[in-house]
């Protein structure tokens, strides 16, 4: 779930592919906020090359803004993952308006990461900034082995603090700021055979 100061519910607008400019409908669940249009927009360059045709997962999805983005740009797949029932609910209907096949799993992220292994080309964490989940959840889809060969990890936090720690074999890929919000683009090195 993502979190910030405001409590109403709003919307967040596509960048790009093939809804771009539609609004998406954001839960009237507390803390929810997505990722910043300016962030989302930057990441998407970045990924240019590997998001379409991708498997993602979006955990800690929240509003689903960068897995919704993920699918307007010609992903394969995503899975969302959200604890919040309300939010995953109201995120089931935006993909049901969208007409986008996508899977909601309405469940813990780092329990989530213990269940059923399928492997991932791209994955979004923008966990909740106050309870410190990012480690974690970058640890636990290296050691479960989640990531498919040479696969993106995108990973959000407050800007203020010094950038995530990542697990042996991961290379920081690309990274900025942009208000209060720290983002970097982490790829997996596929050791050699």
């Known amino acids: 779930m993502r979190h910030s100061n405001s ?3 709003g919307k967040y607008r596509i960048i790009g592919g093939q809804w771009r400019g539609r609004k998406v409908a954001i839960a009237d669940a507390k803390g929810l906020r997505p990722t910043p249009d300016r962030v989302r927009e930057t990441l998407f360059n970045w990924l240019a090359n590997a998001v379409r045709n991708a498997a993602c997962l979006d955990l800690f999805a929240g509003s689903g803004a960068l897995g ?32 986008a096949e996508a899977e909601v799993v309405c469940a813990d992220a780092l329990v989530y990461l213990r269940g059923p292994v ?7 964490l923008d966990p909740p900034y106050p309870d410190k989940l990012l480690a974690p959840a970058m640890q636990a889809l290296e050691d479960y082995g989640w990531l498919g060969k040479d696969a993106f ?41």
């Open 7 to 9: 409590e109403a519910p």
């Open 68 to 99: 919704v983005e993920a699918l307007s740009r010609g992903a394969a797949s995503v899975v969302f993952v959200e604890k919040n029932r309300r939010a995953s609910t109201h995120l089931q209907d935006q993909l049901d308006v969208l007409g």
């Open 118 to 124: 399928r492997k991932f080309d791209i994955v979004f």
């Open 153 to 193: 990890v995108y990973a959000e936090k407050p800007a203020r603090e010094p950038p995530p720690v990542i697990p042996p074999g991961w290379i920081n890929w690309r990274e900025s700021k942009a208000g209060q919000v720290g983002y970097y683009l982490f790829r997996r090195q596929q050791p050699p055979d």
